[in-house]
């Protein structure tokens, strides 16, 4: 929507990972999965780091019009972390533990 942030997207993405981790029903095979839901939340999201202002993080809001673009908030970054670190233990993909050790270190640098 027009007013969706990060961290609403954030929650979605840890719903949907929720449902693959406890073997919820998938839904019907010509939709996305609940895993593929997940990481399509995550790679949109990494899409959205944003190395140009302090240098990383993901912005609150994510269009350009919402009050809040230029705010990096708390619950943007741990989303974004908590679905990386579930994702790559769920997938044993390291690419996903990568992206967690590299928004948790930019939340503990940035202070």
């Known amino acids: 929507?027009?007013?969706?942030?990060?961290?609403?997207?954030?929650?979605?993405?840890?719903a949907v990972?929720?449902?693959?981790e406890y073997k919820f029903p998938d839904p019907p095979s010509d939709?996305?999965?609940?895993?593929?839901l997940a990481q399509a939340v995550f790679n949109t999201q990494a899409s959205r780091w944003d190395t140009e202002h302090c240098?990383?993080?993901l912005r609150?809001?994510?269009f350009k019009w919402n009050q809040g673009f230029?705010?990096?908030?708390?619950i943007s970054q741990a989303c974004?972390?908590?679905?990386g670190a579930r994702l790559a233990l769920y997938t044993g993909n390291n690419s996903?533990?990568?992206?967690?050790?590299k928004s948790w270190d930019w939340m503990i640098d940035v202070g």
Do not use: R, V
Not at 31 to 36: D, E
Not at 80 to 83: D, E, G, S, T, Y
């Open 31 to 36: 939709k996305p999965q609940w895993l593929a």
């Open 96 to 101: 996903y533990a990568e992206w967690a050790e």
């Open 60 to 62: 609150w809001q994510i």
């Open 70 to 74: 230029d705010y990096k908030n708390s």
């Open 80 to 83: 974004f972390f908590a679905l």
């Open 55 to 57: 240098n990383g993080g």
């Open 1 to 14: 929507t027009l007013t969706e942030g990060n961290d609403d997207q954030g929650f979605w993405g840890l």
């Open 17 to 20: 990972m929720s449902a693959a």
